[in-house]
C-alpha cells in the first residue's frame, strides 16, 4: 500500500484536536449527567464563559500557561494531553492505514477508548453514551468493507459482553463483593462490536497480563481499587491495530 499524502496525515490530526477538545468535555461531563452542548465551555471556579482564543486545543492552554483567563485557576495539563493523544491517534492510522474504512474505524474505536479510559482513571465510571454509543458505532461501521463482518460485529458482542458478565456473576459469588462493574461488562461488548470475537479474547488477555503487572505491586501497598476499564480499553487498542501479528506469532511460537 502506497503511503498516503502528508496533508491528509496532517488534516488527520488537526481534527484530531477538535475530536480530542470534544472528548474532554465529555469526559467531565457525561459521568456528572451533564449536556454536552449547554452551557458553552466555561471555567469551573469563576464561572467566566470561554472565548473562541480560549478554547484552541492545546494552543490556548500553552499561550494561557495552564491557568484560566480571567482568575487564574489552573486548568488540568488532562486537557491539552487528551487533545495531542487523539490528534496521534487520528494522524498514526491514516498514515499507518491510509483514507480507509480500517482507519475510520480505528479512529472512532480508539477515541472512544481514550474517553472510556480517562474517565474510568478519574471516577471508576464508564458512561453508557460511550460504551453502548460504541456498541452501535462499532456494529454500524461493521457493514464497511474489510473485519469484522456485521454477523462477527455481532458474535464479538455478544461474546464480549457474556464473557465478562459471567465473570462479574461468579467473582462476586466468589469475593462476595462487586469484581467487575456493569460498565466493563458494556465496554466489552463495544470491544467486541470493533474487533469480533477472537479479538475480544485477545483484549481480555491482553488487559489481565496489564492489570497484574501494574496493579498486583499497587495493591501490596494500598487497597486501591482497579478501575479495569483503562486495561480493557488499552487491550482493544492493541487488539485492533497488532491482533493478527500477535496471534501470528503466537500461533508460531507455541502451537
Ligand atoms: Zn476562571
Known amino acids: 500500500m502506497t503511503p498516503p499524502p502528508i496533508q491528509s496525515v496532517i488534516l488527520a490530526g488537526l481534527l484530531g484536536l477538535l475530536v480530542g477538545s470534544f472528548l474532554n468535555v465529555a469526559i467531565i461531563r457525561l459521568p456528572a449527567a451533564m449536556s454536552l452542548i449547554r452551557p458553552r465551555s466555561h471555567c469551573p471556579r469563576c464561572g467566566e464563559t470561554l472565548k473562541w482564543r480560549h478554547n484552541i486545543p492545546v ?20 486537557y491539552p494531553i487528551v487533545e495531542l493523544a487523539t490528534a496521534a491517534i487520528w494522524a498514526g492510522n491514516v498514515y499507518v492505514f491510509g483514507l480507509t474504512p480500517h482507519a475510520a474505524q480505528a479512529v472512532v474505536m480508539m477515541s472512544i477508548l481514550l474517553a472510556v479510559a480517562v474517565t474510568d482513571g478519574r471516577e471508576y465510571v464508564i ?4 460504551s453502548l454509543g460504541g456498541v452501535v458505532a462499532g456494529l454500524a461501521m461493521s457493514f464497511l468493507p474489510g473485519s469484522p463482518t456485521p454477523v462477527g460485529s455481532l458474535i464479538g458482542v455478544l461474546v464480549g459482553g457474556g464473557v465478562l458478565w459471567v465473570i462479574a456473576i461468579v467473582g462476586t459469588k466468589i469475593f462476595g463483593e462487586d469484581a467487575m462493574g456493569g460498565g466493563d461488562v458494556k465496554l466489552m461488548a463495544m470491544i467486541g462490536a470493533f474487533v ?5 479474547l485477545l483484549a481480555l488477555f491482553v488487559a489481565s497480563i496489564l492489570a497484574t503487572i501494574v496493579f498486583v505491586p499497587l495493591n501490596m501497598r494500598s487497597k486501591r481499587l482497579v478501575p479495569f476499564g483503562i486495561f480493557l480499553a488499552i487491550g482493544g487498542a492493541v487488539t485492533f491495530a497488532w491482533g493478527e501479528r500477535l496471534l501470528d506469532w503466537y500461533m508460531t511460537g507455541f502451537a
Open 59 to 78: 494552543f490556548s492552554w500553552l499561550a494561557l500557561r495552564g491557568r484560566c483567563a480571567y482568575c487564574g485557576t489552573r486548568i488540568s495539563v488532562q
Open 127 to 130: 458512561p453508557d453514551e460511550l
Open 196 to 200: 469480533g470475537w477472537q479479538g475480544t
